[in-house]
């Protein structure tokens, strides 16, 4: 009985250690997500663990058009997008996710979209009705218009999903924001 009395505080105690041996793993994951290029998504991290959403979107924007080779935002076309790389918009989203609790990032607006009842078909009919009710949940509509996104709240306060905002005002419209939104289900980014 002893013996069992013994085994039993070890395992109680191995079970306490659980809650830290996750948090390391995690960062561990997070960790290596980034070794690959972890100068390149330094400042993002910097920005996130801030919580600095403004300078965290434009980060993002910086990221984008360097993963995709270009200099100027307006010269990624929908149809780069088809390309992009799944890894880097992982890595991207894993990064608002985690520094956001799960307020923000990629996937999230992803999910909010699906939960409108969008897939891919619904990207490939370029349903304006769906990216309309979505936009207003992200808090990107308001009275029936697109709100600039100098207008948006780049603090906690912003609704689920807001950020990262200022990618998906593309000169492409609708069009890129739809082939962005299939790349993100092709990418399994939900």
């Known amino acids: 009985m002893n013996q069992l009395n013994s085994q039993?505080?070890?395992?109680?105690?191995q079970l306490n250690q659980l809650p830290a041996l996750s948090e390391q793993v995690s960062q561990f994951e997070e960790n290596l997500m980034l070794i690959s290029d972890i100068y390149r998504y330094e400042k993002l991290r910097h920005y996130l663990a801030a919580d600095n959403w403004f300078e965290a979107d434009?980060?993002?924007?910086?990221?984008?058009m360097e993963i995709a080779g270009e200099t100027d935002l307006e010269s990624i076309t929908p149809?780069?997008?088809?390309?992009?790389s799944c890894n880097a918009l992982q890595v991207i989203d894993r990064l608002w996710v985690v520094y956001s609790k799960g307020h923000f990032g990629f996937s999230i607006q992803l999910r909010i979209y699906q939960n409108l009842g969008g897939n891919l078909n619904t990207t490939i009919e370029r349903n304006t009705e769906?990216?309309?009710?979505?936009?207003q949940k992200l808090?990107?509509?308001?009275?029936?218009?697109?709100?600039?996104?100098d207008e948006l709240d780049y603090t906690f306060a912003a609704p689920v999903g807001c950020h990262p905002s200022r990618w998906w005002n593309s000169?492409?419209?609708?069009?890129?924001?739809?082939?962005?939104?299939?790349?993100?289900?092709?990418?399994?980014?939900?």
Request: charged share 30%.
């Open 8 to 13: 039993l505080s070890e395992i109680k105690t």
């Open 58 to 64: 434009l980060e993002t924007i910086k990221l984008i």
């Open 79 to 84: 149809e780069e997008i088809t390309k992009f």
């Open 130 to 135: 769906l990216i309309e009710n979505w936009g």
């Open 139 to 149: 808090g990107w509509r308001e009275n029936n218009r697109w709100k600039k996104c």
């Open 171 to 190: 000169p492409y419209g609708s069009k890129m924001t739809n082939y962005f939104l299939s790349r993100l289900i092709t990418c399994q980014l939900d």
